[in-house]
């Protein structure tokens, strides 16, 4: 069964600090991994796709990285913003039917 | 960059009456959309793909009749939840495919059923 699993649930940290959020997988056939931000009752923002080549993609302050052997992924906030609070979730997609597998996300909250 | 717009953002109705949710691509043409429900504190749940100009295909689990989706043209997808119950108030949320691997989001409607 394919899955995807996120953890910590939740983390809090203070403003400016770093922070790195993990993913464990387990989708066949991988086609994708994709990082998105969901703030409260909003809709999933993308924030990288990474296809099996690629080992780290950067966005701002976010970096995503992917280890397709050990199929972890992590995704690394630096310099953490008030408005980075949200969940942020991680999705796999598999090659057949362009499915994508959510993960339950981690909720972020940046504090002063 | 691609939009995705869905409307409304939040509504509520009384049980048994049926509500329409729409989600449009704003600047691309979508042959693919979509809907997605998520409940409080988990995942989001695929719940039917949509196919313009052909049946949704819909997961295991959810009701067609009473999800009633159509995809009459390249940049719009209707959800109806046709006699909703208290049961179906959740979280609603599009979703269409964009070039190469891009999949966009709408940013979701909150369906209270009172």
């Known amino acids: 069964k394919n899955q995807v699993e996120q953890s910590p649930q939740s983390l809090i940290i203070l403003e400016g600090k770093n922070c790195t959020l993990q993913?464990?997988?387990?989708?066949?056939?991988?086609?994708?991994l994709r990082w998105y931000k969901q703030d409260t009752g909003r809709g999933p923002v993308s924030l990288t796709i990474?296809?099996?080549?690629?080992n780290t993609k950067s966005n701002g302050r976010y970096t995503a990285t992917l280890d397709a052997d050990t199929k972890q992924s992590s995704l690394h906030i630096t310099a953490s913003q008030l408005s980075d609070s949200a969940s942020y979730i991680c999705?796999?997609?598999?090659?057949?039917?362009?499915?994508?597998?959510f993960g339950t996300g981690t909720r972020l909250q940046v504090t002063l | 960059g691609a939009v995705v717009s869905q409307h409304p953002s939040w509504v509520i109705c009384k049980s048994g009456t049926s509500v329409k949710i729409e989600c449009r691509s704003l600047?691309?043409?979508?042959?693919?959309m979509f809907w997605y429900r998520q409940f409080p504190k988990q995942s989001l749940m695929l719940m039917a793909t949509?196919?313009?100009?052909?049946?949704?295909?819909?997961e295991q689990g959810v009701e067609k009749d009473k999800f009633l989706i159509n995809h009459a043209s390249l940049t719009l997808s209707t959800l109806t939840v046709t006699s909703a119950h208290p049961e179906d108030s959740s979280f609603y949320i599009c979703?269409?495919?964009?070039?190469?691997?891009?999949?966009?989001f709408g940013a979701g409607t909150r369906l209270s059923v009172l």
């Open positions: 990474m296809t099996f080549s690629e």
């Open positions: 600047d691309f043409q979508a042959t693919t």
């Open positions: 949509s196919n313009e100009g052909s049946k949704a295909t819909y």
């Open positions: 993913c464990n997988y387990t989708v066949s056939p991988f086609s994708n």
């Open positions: 999705v796999v997609e598999t090659g057949t039917a362009s499915k994508l597998t």
């Open positions: 979703s269409a495919t964009g070039q190469g691997f891009s999949r966009y």
